[in-house]
C-alpha cells in the first residue's frame, strides 16, 4: 500500500529556530499534499493544500510567512515553521493523495514538535 | 460551511461488547464519500471504514460496520466484539463540498476506551 513517510518524528528546539519537516510520497506521486495541525485532545486541523509545481493553498487563519510550505517534486513536500515559538509547539501530520489509490488521503506518522 | 458533529467526546465499551460511535454532516451534495479514521496513542491516522452515499448498503469491514442514514445526514460507527486494540480517538471525515475532491474535514473526535 502507498506510503507517507515524515520526518522528524520528534523535535525540540529553541525558540526563534526555523525547523523544516519533511513529507516523503515513498511509492507513489503525490500532486497533492496536505499539512495539519493537532493540538492535545482535538481534532486535525487542515493548515495547507500543498500542491506540486505551485503555490500552497493556505486555510484561513494560517500564516503564510510562518508557515512555509514547498512542494518542489511529486514526492517531496516541506513544512518549515519560520522563528518558532512556544507557541508553534503541536503535533503536525502530513498526508498525500495517491491519484491510483482509492484512499482519499494517507497520512505520515507526524512531527512532534516542541519549542522550548 | 461544511460541518461534521462527533456529538460523543468519550465512550466507554467492556471488552468483547459492542459500541457505537456517532457522527452527523451537513451537505448539499447527493454523491460524496464517509470515512471513519482511527488514531491511536502512537497518533497514525488509520483509516477504518468507508461510505459511498449512493450505496445502500451499509458498509462492512471485519468488526467494523456503519449504519449510514442519508436522509438524516447520520454516519455512525458500530464496533463489534469490542478489542484492547480498539482504544483510540476516533474521528468522522468528510470531504467539504468546495475541495477539490481529496481534501477532508474532521469531526471533534471520539474518545474510546476498552475496558479490560
Known amino acids: 500500500g502507498a506510503v507517507v513517510s515524515q520526518h522528524p518524528s520528534r523535535v525540540i528546539c529553541k525558540s526563534g529556530t526555523s525547523v523544516k519537516i519533511e513529507c516523503r510520497s515513498l511509492?507513489?506521486?503525490?500532486?497533492?499534499m496536505f499539512w495539519y495541525r493537532q493540538f492535545p485532545k482535538q481534532s486535525l486541523m487542515l493548515m495547507a493544500t500543498?500542491?506540486?509545481?505551485?503555490?500552497?493553498?493556505?486555510e484561513q487563519g494560517v500564516e503564510k510567512d510562518k508557515f512555509l510550505i514547498n512542494h518542489a517534486s511529486l514526492t517531496l513536500s516541506t513544512l518549515t515553521v519560520t522563528s518558532a515559538h512556544p507557541e508553534d509547539s503541536s503535533f503536525y501530520i502530513c498526508?498525500?493523495?495517491?491519484?491510483?489509490?482509492?484512499?482519499?488521503?494517507?497520512f505520515g506518522d507526524g512531527t512532534r514538535l516542541s519549542i522550548l | 460551511a461544511q460541518t461534521v458533529t462527533q456529538s460523543q467526546p468519550e465512550m466507554s465499551v467492556q471488552e468483547a461488547e459492542t459500541v457505537t460511535l456517532s457522527c452527523t454532516y451537513d451537505?448539499?451534495?447527493?454523491?460524496?464519500?464517509l470515512f471513519w479514521y482511527k488514531q491511536p496513542p502512537s497518533r497514525q491516522m488509520i483509516l477504518v471504514i468507508r461510505?459511498?452515499?449512493?450505496?445502500?448498503q451499509n458498509a462492512t469491514e471485519n468488526r467494523f460496520s456503519v449504519n449510514f442514514q442519508k436522509a438524516a445526514k447520520s454516519f455512525s460507527l458500530k464496533i463489534s466484539d469490542s478489542q484492547l486494540g480498539d482504544a483510540a480517538m476516533y474521528f468522522c471525515?468528510?470531504?467539504?463540498?468546495?475541495?477539490?475532491?481529496?481534501?477532508?474535514?474532521f469531526g471533534t473526535g471520539t474518545r474510546l476506551a476498552v475496558r479490560p
Open positions: 451537505t448539499s451534495e447527493s454523491d460524496y464519500y
Open positions: 500543498s500542491n506540486e509545481g505551485s503555490k500552497a493553498t493556505y
Open positions: 471525515a468528510y470531504p467539504p463540498l468546495e475541495s477539490s475532491g481529496d481534501k477532508l474535514t
Open positions: 498526508s498525500a493523495t495517491d491519484t491510483f489509490d482509492d484512499q482519499p488521503q494517507h
Open positions: 511509492d507513489f506521486q503525490a500532486t497533492t
Open positions: 461510505q459511498e452515499a449512493y450505496k445502500q
